[in-house]
């Protein structure tokens, strides 16, 4: 895991949102994160492939996952995810 995806997983958790990779750089650049878009729409990749956040329906939107909700919690352990 790189810093940039704990800063999305805490973002997207924090603000309880679902979002696509697009509106997602977006916001966490106005909220003072420096982040581009191909890191945004990389890192989500990442991120669902470890089941730390998933896909809400077919559109595109993008949740913290449970696994990822437990992570964040420090329930688990960076070797537990998958790779």
């Not at 106005?30 to 559109?59: A, C, F, Q, W």
Request: glycine content about 10%; aromatic content about 8%; hydrophobic content about 30%.
């Amino acid at each position: 895991m790189s810093l940039k995806d704990g800063l999305i997983l805490e973002f997207l958790a924090e603000h309880n949102l679902e979002l696509p990779p697009k509106p997602l750089y977006r916001n966490l650049n106005r909220h003072g994160h420096e982040i581009g878009y191909s890191t945004v729409r990389l890192r989500i990749s990442e991120l669902e492939k470890r089941g730390l956040v998933k896909e809400v329906g077919s559109g595109g939107y993008y949740e913290v996952s449970e696994v990822g909700q437990r992570f964040l919690q420090g329930d688990v352990e960076p070797e537990e995810i998958k790779d």
